[in-house]
């Protein structure tokens, strides 16, 4: 099996961070709170900056990886959101969302929805990016894990 998207450690599949989206994200908000510099408008300035630094720290927080041997996939995006262990069989699908302005696609998100403990529908962003191609692509290789898994008895 080749992949593109993930690392592979024994029975785990850890997913590769994905910088594209969140590059662009942070990028931005710098720019942002430079141009609040330069116009001497340091509100501007101190809020872009504290959110491009949290921007950072939430990016280097989420991670993705599937777990074959307890047959779970671990998930956690963002900062305040908690680590979701979702066991691979409470799977319920996946979603490929796009959202575009005046026609021109802007973002390209991949949710999985699962059943937690309670038996309650819940979702969580797998990967962010800007085109419907690479979250496919992500989403045949984590079908190809799951299909391939070599601790099914």
Known sequence: M?????????????????????LLLVVGLFAVAFLGYWLDILVLTWMMAIFGVLSILAISQKKFFIDMNNREIQAKVGLAKPEAVIAIDSIRNFELYTVSNNLV????????????????????????????SAMQSIINEIEDILDNDSTKS
């Open 2 to 22: 080749n992949l593109k998207h993930f690392i592979k450690e024994g029975n785990t599949y850890n997913m590769k961070p994905q910088y594209g989206s969140n």
């Open 105 to 132: 696609k802007t973002n390209t998100m991949l949710n999985v929805y699962y059943l937690d403990k309670n038996g309650k529908e819940q979702s969580i962003l797998v990967a962010q990016g800007f085109t419907t």
